[in-house]
């Protein structure tokens, strides 16, 4: 997965996806989960510190900069747990 910058409002929510250099601004109500993390699948042992299972997951709804005539592009960005900061899980762009 890769990491992502995400800019967030004052509520937390995100408003601005960084991705490769380029800024993709939210351009519709972002969604919120939660998901269980398959820790043992990656690590032996849970790591040290790290008592919680679940990882928030965004879907965002954002186009490619201010161009309010670009294309919503559907991205799915989950919270990593250990640094806090981002990855991208998926990336759609709309069709129509």
């Given at each position: 997965?890769?990491?992502?910058?995400?800019?967030?409002?004052?509520?937390?929510?995100?408003?601005?996806?960084?991705?490769?250099?380029?800024?993709?601004?939210?351009?519709?109500?972002?969604?919120?989960?939660?998901?269980?993390?398959?820790?043992?699948?990656?690590?032996?042992?849970?790591?040290?510190?790290?008592?919680?299972?679940?990882?928030?997951?965004?879907?965002?709804?954002?186009?490619?900069?201010?161009?309010?005539?670009?294309?919503?592009?559907?991205?799915?960005?989950?919270?990593?747990?250990?640094?806090?900061?981002?990855?991208?899980?998926?990336?759609?762009?709309?069709a129509a």
């Amino acid at each position: 997965m890769e990491h992502v910058i995400v800019k967030t409002g004052p509520d937390g929510h995100p408003r601005a996806v960084v991705r490769g250099g380029r800024e993709w601004v939210v351009g519709a109500e972002p969604v919120r989960w939660f998901e269980r993390v398959s820790w043992w699948e990656a690590e032996r042992r849970m790591p040290k510190g790290l008592s919680r299972v679940d990882v928030e997951v965004w879907q965002v709804q954002a186009r490619l900069g201010r161009n309010s005539g670009s294309a919503l592009t559907t991205m799915e960005i989950i919270r990593d747990g250990l640094g806090g900061g981002w990855r991208l899980r998926d990336a759609v762009a709309d069709a129509a």
